[in-house]
């Protein structure tokens, strides 16, 4: 089956820098990638998602690119605020497939 | 955040006894999920389901049932077989089987504390 891994599980940046999160996968047949934003307390909430047939998306100040011949994909966030201060998740599941892996998660702390 | 509820938002179980968390959701989705979260480890797959009356086991299905006897609902047991079931469960749905790229909706959670 997919097996998620997440790089780095902890991360702390600066107000204003940016913040790159890192994610593999094993399963080649998997062509879908979102990324889940965890608040303390809350629920996960989807911020970005990347499907296989392209490599980099965009919104705003976070992007995903992805890497299929490495079977990687990654979030940035730039000019964090700390409001971005949660925990991410990757993960990765097939077409017609509802069997979603998720990684260990990222802790995210911007520092004011 | 309506959509997708959990009941309880805590709850206390003695050991031995099975407990049962409820999921609900009102957004027509087909498919349905659960979660374990434990600190450090992110979301563990319990059990899903993809459609009414069929479900399947997750990566640690062990000392857990589940139900789907209605579309809507998606129940979880506890049973006393599970040895460490102290954590936060989360329920998800997403629109379903035979459409790609399914984005889940996830529930507030369930903070499951054994005593």
Not at chain 2, 79 to 94: R, V
Request: charged share 20%; aromatic share 10%; hydrophobic share 30%.
């Amino acid at each position: 089956g997919e097996n998620v891994e997440q790089h780095p599980s902890t991360l702390s940046v600066q107000e204003g820098d940016s913040a790159v999160i890192k994610c593999t996968y094993s399963d080649s047949a998997s062509n879908y990638f979102p990324w889940y934003k965890q608040e303390l307390g809350k629920r996960p909430q989807l911020i970005i998602d990347i499907r296989s047939n392209v490599g980099e998306k965009k919104d705003q100040r976070i992007a995903v690119t992805l890497n299929k011949t490495a079977k990687h994909f990654s979030l940035h966030i730039t000019e964090t605020q700390p409001e971005d201060s949660a925990v991410y998740f990757c993960a990765a599941s097939k077409a017609n497939n509802n069997d979603m892996r998720f990684g260990a998660g990222t802790r995210l702390t911007v520092k004011p | 955040d309506g959509g997708i509820t959990q009941s309880p938002k805590y709850l206390f179980r003695k050991e031995g006894q099975n407990v049962t968390l409820s999921c609900e959701q009102n957004l027509n989705h087909d498919a349905m999920y659960w979660y374990r979260q434990d600190p450090g480890q992110g979301l563990r797959l319990i059990y899903y389901s993809q459609i009414v009356n069929d479900f399947q086991k997750g990566d640690i299905a062990e000392g857990y049932s589940v139900s789907r006897e209605k579309k809507e609902s998606f129940p979880l047991t506890v049973t006393s077989a599970q040895k460490n079931p102290t954590a936060f469960y989360l329920c998800a749905s997403s629109v379903g089987i035979g459409l790609s790229y399914n984005e889940q909706f996830f529930g507030p959670g369930t903070r499951l504390t054994v005593l």
